[in-house]
């Protein structure tokens, strides 16, 4: 039961580039979120599905996409990284019988030359 | 939406000593408010948590309270120990599963 995993765990891209951060949890959660955490700025919600087959922007989502490929699997896209994107980012996950406590993947720091 | 202040940023405190944390929130219709630890490094992780139907929530050396007429929340860790030394982050919700969170607070449990 690995729960929540991410990957990569670190990456570098050049301005104008593109990736896909990728996110799966294992618990039979609903509803899951990306954040993106900046020092002095705690965790600030990217984007998150409640349920599967549904999408909804956060408090940050200008330069981001996802997707909900299934119930397990949530995705981060860059399509044009800019320095600003500088981050580390973290998928998360929480279902009705956990009460709201999100379970949070490892994190994936992402460097934008 | 949600804005959830956390104070202070920074918190140094001898070991043995108590730690306090405070925040405060704007959404009166949040009911769900959630503390996290963070270790240099690692993920998030859940610590304690407390519902609006309740105002004091204890486990073992950590302690939350809750004033929902003034709208602000405080984790109490009493003891403190050099694992305690982390980055904490209080969270507020309206039940809707989405979560904000407030900037954190970095403390330092000095040997």
């Known amino acids: 039961n690995a729960g929540v995993t991410q990957t990569p765990k670190f990456q570098v891209l050049k301005t104008g580039q593109s990736m896909t951060l990728q996110c799966a949890q294992d618990m039979n959660h609903n509803s899951m979120y990306w954040y993106r955490q900046d020092p002095g700025m705690g965790l600030r919600l990217i984007y998150y599905s409640a349920s599967e087959g549904t999408t909804d922007k956060g408090e940050v989502p200008n330069g981001y996409n996802v997707s909900r490929l299934n119930k397990r699997e949530f995705s981060l896209r860059l399509e044009s990284a800019a320095p600003s994107q500088t981050s580390v980012y973290f998928c998360?996950?929480?279902?009705?019988?956990?009460?709201?406590?999100?379970?949070f993947g490892p994190g994936t720091r992402l460097t934008v030359l | 939406g949600e804005n959830v202040e956390q104070h202070p940023s920074t918190l140094s405190v001898q070991e043995g000593d108590s730690a306090v944390i405070k925040c405060t929130y704007s959404d009166s219709a949040s009911n769900y408010f959630p503390w996290y630890k963070q270790e240099l490094g690692k993920r998030p992780q859940l610590i304690i948590d407390i519902r609006s139907n309740v105002g004091e929530k204890k486990d073992q050396r950590i302690a939350v309270t809750l004033n929902k007429t003034a709208k602000h929340f405080s984790l109490h860790i009493t003891e403190t120990q050099p694992e305690d030394s982390a980055v904490y982050f209080c969270a507020a919700s309206r039940g809707d599963y989405k979560l904000s969170f407030g900037a954190g607070t970095t403390v330092t449990v000095r040997a």
């Open positions: 998360a996950a929480t279902g009705r019988d956990t009460y709201n406590e999100q379970f």
